[in-house]
């Protein structure tokens, strides 16, 4: 039995305090690395479909996944555009669209607007790809909210969209708050 299921059938402890408590005192006593763990845990979860479905059977890795459901969404992107779209690190990028590449699934054209910017475009296999992979994504995202009303979600992405403008700040100088916020002490190095 697991311990969720036998946490919910096990009745709660009664204290004279519990009932005063306030639910701001409640949410301390849950601490930011809890739910750093929770939203970690969440994204390994949500991994799972792709690495028991897709990963193996299209030989891709998540990342050349990621870019590829997105330039299928977006397309004519620019490797750079597709890492703030992302969060992943522009390397990580630049890796996963030469083995886009590699495998024939996208090409990489000039933009006749601009000739510095080089758009990503899905080849035919990259297009037959994606109409395969689409729906395994759409299954997944529906089965992720499945169990939340509409203003739920809309909360959701509400407190998502929150954190993610959170670790995007930037200071005056143009440095990542979170990464300078986050930064090692000299002395634990």
Do not use: C, W
């Not at 299209?58 to 597709?82: Q, T, V």
């Amino acid at each position: 039995m697991s311990y969720r299921k036998v946490m919910s059938n096990s009745p709660a402890p009664k204290s004279p305090t519990a009932s005063r408590k306030s639910p701001r005192s409640r949410a301390d006593e849950v601490s930011q690395s809890d739910t750093l763990h929770r939203i970690l845990r969440l994204a390994n979860k949500l991994m799972a479909p792709f690495s028991t479905y897709l990963e193996h059977r299209y030989k891709i890795s998540l990342n050349e996944f990621r870019l590829l459901m997105l330039i299928g969404r977006f397309p004519d992107s620019a490797s750079h555009e597709l890492a703030e779209m992302t969060g992943v690190n522009p390397m990580s990028v630049s890796r996963a669209v030469a083995a886009l590449q590699k495998h024939g699934r996208i090409t990489v054209e000039r933009d006749a607007s601009n000739k510095r910017r080089k758009t990503l475009v899905l080849t035919e296999e990259g297009q037959r790809l994606y109409g395969l992979m689409r729906p395994q994504t759409d299954k997944v995202a529906d089965y992720l909210v499945s169990g939340l009303e509409a203003a739920q979600v809309d909360t959701l992405n509400h407190f998502l969209d929150t954190l993610v403008e959170t670790l995007e700040a930037k200071d005056e100088a143009g440095n990542s708050r979170f990464l300078e916020s986050t930064r090692p002490d000299e002395a634990d190095l």
